[in-house]
């Protein structure tokens, strides 16, 4: 009796391998019918998912000759918005770079998502930077280093058409993030900034100096939309944008800064900054562990913020007082479009005030994210997410 596995007499060439499939070939018309399935007529927003293309086309993205066939095509069809993710852009061809670039410039919104990009393209860039017509300009998820970051300060200082920056998860540390700082506060036109995720670099972040270089940022008075989610803020950190918050002629509008540790006493700078300038339109602290307390100030200084329009407040264990609090402010003088409260606690009292609110068209369903049921096991009204 054998040892093996396999029989005595196996045969591998009784069971010969079946032939590899040819993958199909890449072209412009190819690229062309997959754009008629995204988008709509003039089809003028391109997008590429270079997972979507390795899927369909059966074999592994090609970082010079499918990046050719995509240039090809955007220098043929003007687009007015780029979509592009994954992919890895090399610097062997110099020329395929210029095109790349030179197929940009008529573009109006650029997200480059999850690319790897060499140094050449940010230096193209920003020789390119009078001519590009870009408005929106997303690099999330691209890895940037010191010298990318100080290419895109001087892009940043020529361009006079950018209004909103995107650099978050992109490998940012609390020393080259000052560049884009200086950048923003020198450009002519950038008044959106997404800068999530920032980075110690081998040591604890210091918030109190990015706290500085936020609070010389919005002093300019030019932002009025700010993104700093996963940045470990803490509720001192709140202190220059409360003061700027509280300005009479702040033009501030949007603050995100979900998931940070600011606690209640942040939550406290904020809102008493928004009661004083009240022109603050969006806020989103959840998963910023603001607890009761917190939302107990949240219910104070709710009604006295006038042009609050959102209010972000999920997984930020606010006991069901407090949110019970916070709803009954909605009865008041509150002009509040959206605001969510899924992910704390609530309790019979909380579904009955969410029920009255509903039932008195006092609050619409698409304001809120919760909404009550009858539970016949609890005999009683509980909450119930609302999506």
Not at 26 to 33: E, I, K, P, R, S
Request: proline residues 4%.
């Amino acid at each position: 009796m054998c040892e093996v596995i396999l029989p005595c007499e196996y045969n591998p060439k009784e069971c010969p391998s079946l032939p590899k499939e040819k993958p199909r070939l890449f072209t412009n018309l190819l690229l062309y019918c997959w754009q008629r399935e995204y988008d709509k007529r003039p089809y003028r927003q391109f997008q590429f998912k270079r997972l979507e293309f390795e899927e369909r086309i059966g074999r592994k993205y090609h970082c010079i000759r499918d990046l050719r066939v995509i240039v090809n095509y955007l220098l043929r069809r003007p687009q007015l918005s780029v979509n592009i993710s994954s992919l890895v852009v090399s610097n062997w061809d110099a020329g395929l770079l210029k095109d790349f670039i030179r197929a940009l410039i008529p573009v109006w919104y650029i997200d480059l998502t999850l690319m790897n990009f060499p140094h050449e393209f940010f230096v193209m860039m920003r020789l390119n930077a009078g001519k590009l017509n870009v408005s929106h300009l997303s690099l999330q998820g691209t890895p940037l280093t010191d010298n990318d970051v100080r290419i895109l300060r001087e892009f940043l200082l020529v361009s006079k058409t950018l209004r909103k920056l995107n650099v978050s998860r992109c490998s940012l540390t609390q020393y080259n993030f000052a560049l884009i700082a200086d950048g923003v506060y020198k450009s002519p036109g950038v008044r959106r900034l997404n800068a999530s995720r920032l980075l110690g670099k081998g040591l604890t972040l210091d918030s109190e100096k990015m706290a500085s270089i936020l609070g010389s940022l919005l002093m300019q008075n030019t932002l009025w939309s700010l993104t700093l989610e996963h940045c470990e803020l803490t509720a001192q950190d709140m202190i220059p944008i409360a003061e700027y918050l509280a300005l009479p002629d702040s033009r501030f509008r949007r603050l995100r800064i979900a998931c940070n540790k600011i606690g209640p006493d942040g939550v406290f700078f904020l809102m008493r900054g928004m009661s004083l300038g009240g022109y603050l339109e969006l806020l989103d602290i959840r998963y910023c562990s603001i607890g009761t307390h917190g939302g107990e100030w949240v219910a104070k200084y709710l009604t006295s913020c006038r042009k609050l329009q959102s209010l972000h407040l999920n997984y930020n264990e606010i006991g069901s007082e407090a949110v019970n609090l916070i709803l009954l402010a909605m009865k008041k003088r509150c002009k509040l479009e959206r605001l969510t409260l899924y992910g704390n606690t609530f309790d019979s009292r909380t579904a009955m005030i969410v029920r009255r609110l509903l039932d008195a068209e006092v609050v619409l369903h698409s304001e809120l994210d919760i909404s009550y049921t009858y539970d016949e096991a609890l005999q009683d009204y509980r909450v119930v997410p609302w999506r």
